[in-house]
Structures are given as C-alpha cells and as structure tokens.
C-alpha cells in the first residue's frame, strides 16, 4: 500500500475508536451498563450495529468471491429474514424486553430450570467463539497479502485491539463504534462496486456486462428446484433461512445484546425489522460487485491462482517449472476465453442468436479448459504441501482492490474490511462475556459476589475470549470460503437453541402445554449430537440442519416429558 493508504487507515481508524471510546467512557462504571449500555439507543443506531455485528469482514470479503464461482444464488440465504424479523419483534423481544434480561438464556430459568439455562448458554460460547475467530481470521487474510507479515502475528493485533475496546467500554462502545464502522463499511462498498464497473472495457456497455454474467450463470439469483443437499435454493432459503434468522437474531447473545440496549420496545422492533427490509438488497449489491469482477477477469488475465502466497509456496519448494507450464497453459486458455466472450459481445450486437449460443458454448469449453488448469495447480499445491488451503475465493475481491484501485481508497476499502471484522467480533466477545458472568460464573459458581466483582470478572472474560478466539483464528484460516463456513457452523447450533426457546414461548402463552425442565435438557443435549452428526455427514444441506434441529428438541421435549410423567414415583 502507499502512504497515503496509511494515512487514510490511520485517520479514520482513529476517529472511529475515539469516538466509540468517548461516548462509551461511562459505562464501564457499572454492571449494568458495561453489559447493557444505558438502555437509551435509537432504532438507527440498533439497526446500524445489528447490521454491523452480522455483516463481518466475512461478508464483504467472501461474498464477491462466493458470487465470482457459484453466481449469485447465495442471496437466496436471507429470503427468511423479512419473516424471521417479524416473529421476533412481535413475539420474542416483547418477553426480553419486559422481563429486563441481562442475556437471552436468562429468560429461560423462568419457564424451566438452571441446567437448561447453563446448557444453552454453553453451545452460545461453544458456537460464538469459533465464529469470533472466523471474524478475525478474514482480515488476517487480507494483511497478510498486503503486508507479507505471518497470519499469526496478524490474529494477535486484531485480537489485542478488539479486546482493548471492548474491556475499556463495554456493550456501549460496541454499539457506539459501529455506528460509523457500518458508514464507513457502506461507503466503501459502494466505492468498490462503481469502481469494478468503471474497470469494465470501455466499449462494453453496462447492458452487455450484464449479459456475459448472465450467460456465465453468475446471475442466477433464484433456483425453484427442491433438494435436501442444495445449499441454495428458493425452500433451503424460505425454510431453513427462516429458521436459521430466527435463531440468529431471536437467541443469539451476540444479537441480542445489541438491541437490548435500544431506548423503547417501539425503537427495537423498528431497528430490527429495518434491517430485515434493508439485509437484502445490501447482499444483492455486494454479490452483484463479485458478478461483475467476474466480467472484468474475462477481459483482464486473471491469476492463475488469487492465493498469491500459495504460488510462492510452491517456488520455494522448487516446483518452478511445473508451476511456469501451468502459468503457460493459463495464458493460452485464457486467450482463447476472451476471444469467445468478445465473439459473444458481437453476436449480442447484431442480435443474432445463433451466433449468441455458438459463442457461449465455446465460453463454456474455455472456462472448462481454465477449471482443469487450475484443478492441476491445485493438485499441485496438495502434493507440496497437503494440509494447503485449496480454496482462494476470499482473495478475489482482494485482489482486484490491492491491484486496480487509487491509492487511498485501498486504504478506505482495507479500514471497511478490519472495521467489519473488528465490529463484530467485538459484538462477539462483548456477547461471550456477559453469557459466561451471568449465565455460567454468576449462576453456577460464585453465586454471591458484588456488583464490582462481576464487573471486573466481565472484563476479565472479555480477555479471555480474546485470546481463545485468537487462538483458534489460527485454525480458521485453513477453511474454504469463510461465508459459508461460519454460517455452516451457526447452523449446527442454532436449531437446538431455537428449539428449546419456541419451548419457553409455548409455555409463556399456553401453561398447560409446558414440558418438563429435565425432558428439555436432555432433549437439546440429544439433539445436538445428532444435528452434529447429520452435519458430518454432509448428505443434508446447513440451512436445512436449522429447521430439522428445532423440530427435533421440540418432538422429543414433549415425548420424554410424557415419559417421565409414567414413571411411577417413589412413595415416601
């Protein structure tokens, strides 16, 4: 990066941090405050920061590459979320919010006892800490590219800062902070999304851009096909979606914790349901910047491999001859696939659809001949190395914005990528540590402290966290595309915890039907193995594991409940 790129990271890095810092230097005063803020945020800022904590660095660095090799079908993810967000503002925040809960998994000692309390808060820090550390590990990617500095070294910065904000101010400086760590994120996004479309040839109109994607299959934004194995499709996305949003955002400490601090119940319920309007068309967009990266790299050589690193793994290894014929063969395939796009463009021009399909099957048999070059690289870097990450769709976007973009606006684009990062594992750790003083310390283990001792053990927790996420940041480098992978791992919890939560609603409105505390413990501790299970073995797609989990605790809560209601109890 240039100097002026540091500078632009420098300035604005500071005036975000400053900023949440001196709106937030009262509430690591109290208890209360450090884990709630002052219960005094707008709608804005609540949407702004639950945007903020979902939207991670993950988002704006895997997606574009998600939507570059699979299209854009990945938007079908959040079709549940317009619902999802209805359900829990109507049904769920009315609970929370009357009843002042500190976490989510308070609300459940209410209607069942503290082993089912203790036992969802676990798979909370279980699940939430090994996403912590995907949000640190997507911009250790990007630094360690830019910087040639070692990805561990990298966790352990991200790591130290986002734990220094998070201790100093607690929930406050969270919300506060991202805030303009969202600004800032948006705007960059959309700078990047102008600026690949001004990349573009310029004898290539917008209307035909869109045509090469199209042919490509790279804006294939709807599949009305049903199968359990698709990941993306209009059901998986409808159904699983909804239940994996509802999860999410209805029970998820990380979430909830955001909006609990909103000023009114009217604030909170329009902060959320904005973002359910607004969560869409936002991943739209930033899908639609990967689709047309991908027409920009049929007129631009691409790398062979956009994992850069990779490529001087294997020079160093001395495989510099297989790696320069492979290079050789990459240059010729290409050639061949620019002439069959602009064969493309002509036929378009004159209309002529003969020519269009002629053009797009030799489009099609180039691309094959590119994926098999590639297929040998990776084999390749297999043999070189075998524990080698294969996947390099989380450097696509990288690329283009370390190679094509202005000096200081990589640097924008780089502070929205740590920010998103840093905004979301700091919702995350500020989330593991209330769940792990309320939940697990305070409840379980040291019952009777002061409020000055849970709130050093808070920030002690936050600490913690910290270093664990950091530690298996290490481990979530060597994952595919990140998206996909943390959303995969929300998803094996998620339908359990939801589950045992539409238990404690049911029981609210309708007594009769409440099952009984030990059933639904060991209910969501069965489920859970088997959804892990089911998860392994990979014949059923994530987003469906949400749906199949939820029904699975719920079935089997009232089928034990009924159980233990026939065994005979002891006469005394």
């Not at 409020?451 to 910290?466: D, I, P, Q």
Request: glycine share 8%; charged share 10%.
């Amino acid at each position: 990066m240039s100097g002026l790129d540091w500078v632009v990271m420098g300035l604005v890095s500071s005036l975000i941090i400053g900023y949440g810092y001196w709106k937030s230097s009262r509430s690591s005063t109290s208890l209360e405050r450090y884990t709630r803020g002052d219960s005094d945020l707008p709608w804005y800022t609540i949407s702004l920061s639950v945007i903020a904590t979902q939207a991670s660095a993950v988002t704006f660095l895997s997606v574009p590459g998600q939507a570059y090799t699979d299209g854009m079908r990945f938007v079908m993810f959040y079709l549940g979320l317009p619902l999802a967000m209805i359900f829990v503002s109507a049904v769920m925040i009315p609970f929370y919010y009357r009843q002042k809960v500190y976490t989510a998994y308070e609300f459940l000692e209410t209607y069942f006892d503290t082993k089912v309390r203790v036992l969802t808060a676990c798979l909370f820090l279980l699940q939430r800490s090994l996403a912590a550390a995907i949000s640190i590990a997507a911009p250790a990617i990007v630094l360690s590219v830019i910087l040639d500095w070692p990805v561990w070294l990298i966790n352990i910065c991200i790591g130290l800062i986002v734990t220094f904000y998070t201790v100093s101010g607690g929930s406050k400086a969270v919300s506060q902070t991202q805030k303009l760590q969202m600004i800032t994120i948006l705007s960059g996004m959309l700078i990047a999304g102008i600026l690949v479309i001004w990349h573009l040839p310029k004898e290539l109109s917008f209307g035909e851009a869109m045509h090469i994607a199209g042919k490509s299959g790279k804006l294939n934004t709807m599949d009305f096909s049903f199968s359990w194995d698709d990941r993306y499709n209009l059901w998986s996305g409808l159904i699983g979606g909804f239940f994996l949003q509802m999860a999410y955002f209805g029970t998820d400490q990380s979430q909830v914790g955001r909006y609990l601090g909103g000023k009114s119940l009217s604030q909170i319920r329009l902060g959320l349901l904005f973002n359910g309007v607004f969560k869409i068309p936002m991943q739209f967009g930033i899908l639609f910047i990967g689709a047309m990266l991908f027409v920009f790299y049929q007129f631009v050589q691409p790398p062979v491999f956009f994992n850069p690193s990779s490529l001087q793994r294997l020079e160093a290894q001395g495989y510099q001859a297989e790696l320069a014929e492979i290079t050789s063969a990459h240059e010729a395939a290409f050639a061949r696939k620019k002439t069959s796009v602009q064969q493309l463009v002509e036929a378009l021009r004159t209309q002529d659809d003969q020519q269009v399909d002629q053009a797009r099957l030799q489009m099609q048999a180039a691309e094959g001949d590119l994926q098999a070059i590639r297929g040998q690289l990776t084999t390749l870097i297999k043999q070189s190395s075998p524990t080698a990450n294969t996947n390099d769709a989380n450097y696509i976007f990288l690329t283009f914005v370390t190679q094509y973009l202005p000096a200081g606006l990589v640097g924008l684009l780089i502070t929205a990528i740590l920010f998103a990062s840093m905004s979301t594992t700091a919702s995350e750790l500020s989330a593991l540590s209330t769940t792990a003083v309320w939940d697990v310390y305070k409840k379980s283990i040291y019952p009777n402290g002061s409020e000055h001792h849970y709130l050093n053990a808070s920030k002690l927790m936050v600490g913690f966290w910290g270093l664990m996420a950091v530690l298996f940041a290490q481990l979530a480098t060597q994952l595919g595309t990140l998206i996909e992978a943390v959303n995969f791992l929300g998803s094996i919890f998620y339908g359990t915890v939801l589950g045992v939560f539409l238990l404690a609603f049911i029981t609210a409105q309708f007594k009769a039907l409440r099952p009984k505390a030990t059933a639904v413990f060991w209910s969501a501790l069965m489920t859970q193995i088997w959804v892990a299970w089911v998860a392994y073995l990979g014949q059923v797609a994530f987003l469906w594991l949400n749906m199949l989990g939820c029904l699975c605790v719920m079935v089997l809560a009232y089928l034990l409940s009924i159980a233990l209601e026939m065994i005979p109890k002891k006469q005394v």
